[in-house]
């Protein structure tokens, strides 16, 4: 099932002296926060909270959020990880947030009774992301998240299909 509420980035320290925060961004780029009006302290969505500006600055973001008006209140959310609501994110048809491929069962494109491993982790390398699939007995191995390879990600079902290139896994021949 898909989180509805998903980490976006952790608050590392302070900005100035009016209450502006840090955040160490948990996504593709700084950018991606300007998207939300609204932010959440809690992995659950009860604790909302208004942005009321955000500038990325380097690969930080710079938020002011509602509420907090001094140092003294930014300083107190050091460390607080922030969640955004999916909904807002507003993703094209297609894309997936990492945490949703994370634990999605990898099989055979050709041969569904074939399945290769669990997707553990995401390796983002410039040129193509790379899909970490481990199998029943614990091995990694190293899949290139390209459209030959990649047939079919279904992260509601925790799905996805591929054809992988030769040698990834071991060949039986």
């Known amino acids: 099932m898909l989180k509805k509420y998903l ?9 100035g002296i009016k209450g502006e925060v840090r955040v160490d961004p948990w996504c593709d780029s700084p950018a991606f926060f ?5 932010l959440y302290y809690d992995r659950n969505g009860k604790k909302a ?10 690969n930080i973001v710079i938020l002011m959020l509602e509420g907090v008006d001094s140092i003294e209140k930014a300083n107190l959310l050091r460390n607080k990880v922030l969640y955004m609501d999916r909904k807002d994110a507003n993703l094209p048809k297609g894309q997936f947030f990492i945490q949703d491929l994370i634990g999605c069962k ?10 290769y491993g669990m997707l553990s982790d995401v ?3 410039g040129a193509n992301d790379v899909w970490h699939v481990k199998d029943e007995s614990g091995k990694e191995y190293l899949l290139p998240a390209i ?21 990834i ?3 039986e021949d």
């Open 123 to 125: 390796s983002e390398t």
């Open 34 to 38: 300007k998207r939300f009006k609204t």
């Open 49 to 58: 909270v208004k942005v009321l500006s955000c500038r990325p600055h380097g």
């Open 7 to 15: 980490e976006i980035g952790k608050i590392v320290s302070t900005h």
């Open 169 to 171: 896994f071991e060949d």
């Open 106 to 115: 990898v099989i055979d494109a050709d041969d569904e009774s074939k399945v």
């Open 147 to 167: 459209p030959p390879v990649v047939i079919e990600t279904d992260v509601e079902n925790e799905t996805v299909k591929i054809r992988p290139l030769r040698g």
